[in-house]
C-alpha cells in the first residue's frame, strides 16, 4: 500500500498505522476511510491548495487511528500518537506537531463548529473528513451501517438509534454542514439529501 503524500513514509510506519486501524476491528474507522479521506486531501491539493500539506496529511492518516466507539479520548489519544511516530520517524523535518495534534483534536468538535470557529486550512482538513455525507447514497448508506455496527455492543440498540437520529438532525439543521465553499459547493445538496432519508428512516 502506498500513500501519496509530501512525506515518504517509511514501510515501518505504514505498517504501524495500519495495525493501529486494525484493532479494534472496525466497520467504518478503518484505513479504507483514511484512503478515502486521502482523496479528498488531494481534491483539496489541486484546487485551493494546503499551506501545511504535510502536516495535514499526517492529520489524515492519523486522526481515527485510536478509536473505541464511545469513548471520549479516541482523538486525543490519536494525536499522541501521531507525535509519537513523527518524533520516531520524522525528528529532523521540521514538521509542526503542535498543528497536526491541533487538527485531529478538532475532529471531536464536528458538528459543533462554524466557519468562523476554524482558519481555512483546518476548515478544510475536517470536510474531508466529513465528506462522506454528501457521498452517492449507496456510500453514505454503507457509512451509516458501519458507524451502527461499530457501536453495537457498546450502546443499546434504542439509544444509538436516538442518539444517532439527534446529530444527524442537528447536521441538517446547520445553515452551513461544510465549513469551507469548496466542499459546500460540491457537497452541500448531496447530503441534505442523504441526511433528511436517514433522519425519516430513523424514526
Not at 495495525?19 to 484546487?47: D, M
Not at 479516541?74 to 499522541?80: G, I, P, V, W
Request: hydrophobic share 40%; glycine share 4%; net charge negative.
Amino acid at each position: 500500500m502506498t500513500v501519496a503524500l509530501p512525506l515518504d513514509l517509511p514501510q515501518e510506519q505504514l505498517d504501524a498505522l495500519q495495525s493501529a486501524y486494525a484493532s479494534p476491528p472496525r466497520a467504518y474507522h478503518n484505513f479504507q476511510h483514511v484512503q478515502e479521506v486521502l482523496r479528498h486531501y488531494h481534491e483539496v491539493a489541486a484546487g485551493p491548495g494546503w499551506r501545511q500539506p504535510a502536516e495535514v496529511g499526517l492529520a489524515v492518516l492519523y486522526h481515527d487511528a485510536i478509536y473505541e466507539a464511545g469513548q471520549r479520548d479516541n482523538e486525543t489519544r490519536s494525536a499522541e500518537l501521531a507525535v509519537t511516530h513523527v518524533a520516531r520517524w520524522w525528528p529532523t523535518a521540521g514538521i509542526d506537531a503542535q498543528r497536526v495534534v491541533d487538527l485531529i483534536e478538532l475532529t471531536a468538535r464536528h458538528g459543533t463548529l462554524q466557519p468562523a470557529d476554524v482558519d481555512d486550512e483546518a476548515a478544510l482538513f475536517l470536510d474531508c473528513d466529513m465528506a462522506i455525507l454528501g457521498a452517492e447514497p449507496a456510500l453514505f448508506d454503507a457509512y451509516d451501517r458501519g458507524i451502527a455496527a461499530e457501536y453495537r455492543g457498546h450502546v443499546p440498540a434504542w439509544l444509538f438509534k436516538l442518539n444517532r437520529r439527534r446529530f444527524l438532525k442537528a447536521l441538517l439543521a446547520r445553515p452551513r454542514i461544510y465549513l469551507s465553499d469548496f466542499f459546500h459547493q460540491r457537497y452541500d445538496t448531496q447530503a441534505r439529501r442523504n441526511l433528511r432519508r436517514a433522519v425519516t428512516e430513523k424514526r
